[in-house]
Each structure stands twice: as structure tokens, then as C-alpha cells.
């Protein structure tokens, strides 16, 4: 009987700009031209993740496919698939309002995702890189059967705020807080964080200075989810669109934590919050290529990585 294991990797792509050049999801980083998703991609194979699921645009489609895609098939050794966020998806009856020129966010993207997912799966940005250990901790998490009280059990990767500044400016990040057993109880958005003199302080959405620890759990938008979080998006999708005001029809944005918050307050889920020591790096700054530059080539030197990585 086979026993393994599934889960699925979901790399949310659709935020590349349409030419390359200057885009940093397609920038070089490793010491054979291997690009950051490119990591993240072979810490989740390694780490027992079965499918790759990832989200594109139609109109950048072709050069991605050229510049990246048809490389990561020829070598990822398992399966690869693509879907595509588009601003003309959405619910039946509802209409692109005039101006609207982006796609509808994060909550939309993971929608596009529904018909190549059925079994669990963890969501990333394609820019972020994550460290091995978070792969590992979600897939077991997600693989693991837990108690059956009637609610989705979804998990997130809770990093040190230390691990995730930037030397090279301020940064924002969903600071969270948990239970006495680790379930996400809320996160605060928190911006204009820096460290200055050994003090890291950022400023609330209400304007309000704080200061903050650098053991601070925060999130950086990598979560894992049961399938059944499809159902959820779709339900609130239509409500959102149908909730449009004129002002906002041009800008507003559907987001997946809203509707992870809305579950988790409705008592349908809970979110594991798992925490790991591993450094995130992602390109804030133009000032930050280097660094990360540095980092991947520092884990190539000691081993964790291979210089040309899918050999």
C-alpha cells in the first residue's frame, strides 16, 4: 500500500512586472544563475512536498515560460503546474469596473489555484527565501492527522523579527500572537521597522511608536492550508466584489489573511503558528541583492545547497 505522504507547493508569481530586466523574481542569485524561487522550490521538494503549483499572469506568460519556466520542468522531479491570475476571474455577474487595471490580491491568486489542488498545500511569495526548516515543519504539520473539532486546521511559519530586517532601510511585518499552545490568536501589521543602536521600533497602524523585541513571532506570509480553504475564498470573493463601492472598485484588493482571519474568528480554523530560527532574505532594497548574493553563496560553501542546485 502506498503511504506517502502529499502536499503541494503554491508559488504566488502574479505580482512580476511584464518585462525582464530589472525584476527581481527573475534576478540571478545563485552561483549557476538560479533564481530565488529556485531555493525555495528545492527546500520544498527536499522537504517532501509532492506538486508544484504556480501563479502567473497570461501577459508575462511566454517570457516566463522562456526565461524560467521550461528550465524548472526539464528539472524539478516532480510535477510542475501553472495557472493564471486574472482580473477578468471572477464571480458570476460580476464585471471589471472601469479603471480597474491589476488583478483583485493574494485572495484571488490562491483561488486560481483550485483546480490543481486537492490535497494540502503551503503558499509563498516567489521573491521570499524561506530556509529549509519551515518546509519542513508545514508538511509535517499539514501530513499529520490532528483532533477532529469541526475546524480546518491551517499552520503558518513564525519567523524571529530579528532574522527578517533589512540593514538597508525600514521594513513592515505582521507581528503575531499566540495561545499558551502556539494557535495564532492575532497578528498586527506593523511598519516603519528598523533597528537602530541594538533598539528595533517600528510604528502601529494607528501612528503609535513601539518598541519591539528581536524574538517577536512574525509572519511572512508562508502558510499552510487544507483544501477546504477554496470553498471559503470563493464564498468571500463574490461578497467582496458585491461589496464594491465606486471609490474603491479601482483599487481594492482581496486578501487571503482576511479571510484566514475571518475563518479563524468564526471558530471554522485554527493556525498553527510554528516557529523556526532560520534567516528570511528577500530584496527589499536594491542595496539587499548583494547580501543575498552573499548568503546563497556562504550555503553553497557549506554544503546545505549544491553550486549547480537540481544536479
Excluded at 516567489?126 to 519551515?134: N, V
Excluded at 510554528?274 to 536594491?286: A, I, S
Aim: net charge negative; aromatic share 10%; proline share 4%.
Amino acid at each position: 500500500m502506498d503511504t506517502k505522504k502529499n502536499a503541494a507547493l503554491l508559488v504566488m508569481a502574479a505580482g512580476m512586472g511584464s518585462r525582464y530586466g530589472g525584476i527581481k523574481q527573475l534576478d540571478s542569485f545563485g552561483p549557476d544563475g538560479e533564481i530565488i524561487m529556485d531555493y525555495s522550490i528545492f527546500d520544498a521538494v527536499k522537504s517532501g512536498f509532492t506538486k508544484i503549483v504556480i501563479v502567473i499572469r497570461r501577459d508575462i506568460e511566454d517570457e516566463f515560460m522562456w526565461v524560467y519556466g521550461n528550465r524548472l520542468i526539464s528539472k524539478c522531479p516532480v510535477p510542475v503546474k501553472f495557472t493564471y491570475q486574472d482580473i477578468n476571474d471572477l464571480p458570476d455577474g460580476a464585471k471589471v469596473p472601469n479603471g480597474r487595471t491589476k488583478p483583485w490580491g493574494t485572495g484571488q491568486a490562491v483561488l486560481s489555484a483550485a483546480p490543481f489542488i486537492n490535497e494540502p498545500f503551503v503558499v509563498i511569495n516567489s521573491d521570499d527565501f524561506y530556509g529549509r526548516a519551515p518546509y519542513e515543519h508545514l508538511f509535517n504539520y499539514l501530513t499529520t492527522a490532528h483532533e477532529d473539532n469541526g475546524k480546518e486546521h491551517f499552520c503558518m511559519a513564525g519567523y524571529r523579527l530579528n532574522n527578517t530586517l533589512s540593514d538597508n532601510g525600514s521594513v513592515s511585518r505582521g507581528i503575531c500572537s499566540t495561545d499558551s499552545e502556539d494557535f495564532l490568536t492575532s497578528i498586527e501589521e506593523t511598519f516603519k521597522i528598523a533597528k537602530k543602536d541594538g533598539v528595533i521600533s517600528g510604528e502601529k497602524l494607528s501612528g503609535e511608536n513601539v518598541t519591539l523585541v528581536g524574538d517577536a513571532i512574525t509572519s511572512m506570509n508562508m502558510m499552510g492550508f487544507t483544501p477546504a480553504i477554496f470553498k471559503e475564498l470563493q464564498l468571500e470573493f463574490k461578497n467582496f466584489t458585491n461589496g464594491l463601492s465606486t471609490e474603491s472598485a479601482s483599487k481594492a484588493e482581496f486578501m487571503l489573511p482576511v479571510v484566514v482571519s475571518n475563518m479563524i474568528k468564526a471558530g471554522q480554523a485554527d493556525m498553527k503558528v510554528l516557529p523556526n530560527d532560520e534567516r528570511w532574505y528577500g530584496v527589499t532594497y536594491k542595496e539587499d541583492k548583494p547580501v543575498v548574493r552573499a548568503a546563497f553563496q556562504r550555503l553553497t560553501d557549506e554544503g546545505v545547497y549544491k553550486k549547480e542546485l537540481w544536479s
